[in-house]
């Protein structure tokens, strides 16, 4: 599967951004979904994920409660929803796909995902 991110953008604090990632082949709905971002000098770390048909959704403490995950698998997107934007959301924001369990341990760790996009670029001025 190729996964394709959109919707970065500059932002003040306090704003909205919506990112999509348009996945290409078959069985989109085979796939755990999930987004990642990574700030420059930092590791990548796991932001949220969604199960194969839209339950199990996992959020990183730092999001929860400003940041909504979705999928819709007749369009093979993926959406990441993001509120209440800070200057620490600033990153690169990829999403990835992966077969797997639904257990949290496993869809928020980034080598259980075997498909990555390319990264949108998110910031966020203060």
């Known amino acids: 599967v190729q996964l394709q991110a959109s919707g970065g953008g500059l932002v003040q604090a306090g704003g909205s951004l919506r990112l999509s990632c348009a996945a290409s082949g078959r069985s989109f709905s085979s796939y755990v979904m999930g987004w990642f971002r990574q700030a420059p000098g930092e590791e990548r770390e796991f932001v949220a994920s969604i199960g194969r048909i839209g339950g199990n959704s996992y959020y990183a403490d730092s999001v929860k409660g400003r940041f909504t995950i979705s999928r819709d698998n007749a369009k093979n997107i993926v959406y990441l929803q993001m509120n209440s934007l800070k200057p620490g959301d600033t990153a690169l924001y990829y999403c990835?796909?992966?077969?797997?369990?639904?257990?949290?341990?496993?869809?928020?760790?980034?080598?259980?995902?075997?498909?990555w996009g390319q990264g949108t670029l998110v910031t966020v001025s203060s």
């Open positions: 990835a796909a992966g077969i797997m369990s639904s257990m949290v341990a496993i869809q928020t760790t980034a080598r259980n995902y075997a498909y």
